[in-house]
Structure formats: structure tokens, C-alpha cells
Nanobody, 124 residues
Framework: QVQLVESGGGLVQPGGSLRLSCSAS????????IGWFRQAPGQKREGLSC???????HYAEFVEGRFTISRDNAKNTVYLQMDGLKLEETALYYC??????????????????WGQGTLVTVSS
């Protein structure tokens, strides 16, 4: 069964850091694009970062230089290191595999799979 499970969310002060993990099962993360997204209450979901099968990393302009996406193929896990967090970045953070905005998959195979999300609260 294809599944993504996020972890690592929590409460952090403004300017602080968190590392989110996205653990995959049922497929290997280095064959698909894996992305991180977030959705704040009352807001639209927005894309943050994407790592493609060849290891290329892409970032939204508003997180460039503060967030870093990485992948550990041995653990079948993708990470999002978030530094310099801001109050307005409180949201539910999701990882997703092969979805619009971060799509790449082997020919003939599509995933379009989302995790359940992990809550990040930035507060003093």
C-alpha cells in the first residue's frame, strides 16, 4: 500500500527551526518527485519545495534560503529542514508524491499521494 507519513511538527518560537520527515512505504522515494506543501487555517494550500528523482531541489521564493529539502534513499524518507520560522508560517504541513506542482514518475506509473499532515505552530 502506497503511504506517506509526516512527523516532526510541533511548537517553535519565531526564528526557530524544525525538521519535518516524510516516511514513504509502498514505493521508493527516489523514483518520484516528492514535495512539501502547507495550508494555514482559512488559506489556500501552497507549495514549498520539491525534490525530483535526479535530486534537483526546487523552492518557493518565500522559503528560498530558509528551508532545505533532502532525501535519504536508505531510509526511504524525505526531509524538510525549516530555519528562521515566522509567526505566519503556522500551518498543517504535508508531503506528497507525484502531485500537480511536483510531478515526476516512471513512465506509466502515477502516485498522486498525500500524507495526513503534521502541524507546525510558530508562537512566542
Amino acid at each position: 500500500q502506497v503511504q506517506l507519513v509526516e512527523s516532526g511538527g510541533g511548537l517553535v518560537q519565531p526564528g526557530g527551526s524544525l525538521r519535518l520527515s516524510c516516511s514513504a512505504s509502498g514505493f521508493t522515494v527516489d523514483r518520484y518527485a516528492i514535495g512539501w506543501f502547507r495550508q494555514a487555517p482559512g488559506q489556500k494550500r501552497e507549495g514549498l519545495s520539491c525534490i525530483t528523482p535526479d535530486g534537483s531541489q526546487h523552492y518557493a521564493e518565500f522559503v528560498e534560503g530558509r528551508f532545505t529539502i533532502s532525501r535519504d534513499n536508505a531510509k526511504n524518507t524525505v526531509y524538510l529542514q525549516m530555519d528562521g520560522l515566522k509567526l505566519e508560517e503556522t500551518a498543517l504541513y504535508y508531503c506528497a508524491a507525484d502531485v500537480p506542482g511536483c510531478a515526476s514518475s516512471p513512465l506509466g506509473e502515477t502516485l498522486n499521494t498525500w500524507g495526513q499532515g503534521t502541524l507546525v505552530t510558530v508562537s512566542s
